[in-house]
């Protein structure tokens, strides 16, 4: 092995020491995060933290980015294992592995899901992580439609303002599905993450205490507004 390699290795170890360290600070100061402090935990100099992250938003960007993915990897491995023809049973499989990755890593969820952190902007980079969820849901879209199986048009009408975005949309993600598919999709998707948030930042409490066979009732409710059936 060469030096080169040697201080390479070094550095990814202590970069992921770093983020460790960080994701244990979300748990009590939520992302509000201090590299002072970070540096303090590691037994680092705070000067010594910024030869691996110049600031507090690199190091947020990069929590942000691990967990997009992590999310993202646990809905594509629980959906890859579903038969391919059963769409609905694809879509409750990504659904069950959101909420389940979600209630072991809440603070993570709340970095992404949560309130935006205050005077920071999330750059480009961010933006494939944070799709994966939401193109594995257009896959299963699109394999539907495909095979015949998800109708274009099917209960509320698309509002024609709204068409030329959900056509933009189209064109960006899932070309040659109808719009008015993209926007059941997209409604299905938004009552997932509405559906974990709400469970996750306690706005069950005092009402349903059942929460996975509500969760489930909810997933199956969306399902059908989409148009899959068991």
């Known amino acids: 092995m060469t030096a080169a390699s040697i201080r390479a290795r070094v550095r990814a170890e202590m970069t992921e020491e770093i ?6 600070h979300l748990a009590t100061d939520g992302a509000n995060l ?3 402090a970070v540096a ?5 100099v705070s000067s ?3 030869r691996y ?3 507090r938003d690199e190091l947020l960007t990069a929590l942000i980015v691990d967990a997009y993915d992590a999310v993202g990897a646990a809905a594509e491995r629980a959906e890859a294992g579903v038969d391919r023809a059963d769409l609905l049973g694809r879509w409750l499989a990504a659904c069950r592995a959101v909420r389940e990755w979600a ?16 005077g920071y902007a999330a750059p480009p980079d961010t933006v494939p992580p944070a799709s994966r969820v939401g193109l594995l849901i257009t896959a299963i879209l699109a394999d539907g439609f495909a095979a015949g199986k998800l109708a274009a048009e099917q209960g509320q009408p698309v509002p024609q303002p709204l068409r030329p975005e959900l056509a933009a949309l189209v064109g960006q993600l899932v070309p040659g599905v109808p719009e008015p598919l993209l926007a059941r999709g997209m409604t299905a998707w938004i009552q997932l993450f509405g559906a974990v948030s709400f469970e996750l930042f306690g706005q069950l409490n005092n009402m349903i205490e059942d ?16 148009g899959l059936e068991g």
């Open 40 to 44: 303090r935990e590691l037994g680092m």
């Open 48 to 50: 010594a933290i910024y």
């Open 19 to 24: 983020k460790a360290a960080a994701r244990r």
């Open 103 to 118: 209630l072991a890593n809440p603070h993570e969820y709340a970095l992404i899901y949560g309130s935006p952190v205050p």
């Open 211 to 226: 929460r996975g066979t509500f969760f489930e009732y909810q997933m199956r409710t969306a399902a059908r507004v989409v």
């Open 53 to 55: 992250f110049a600031s």
């Open 34 to 36: 201090s590299l002072r």
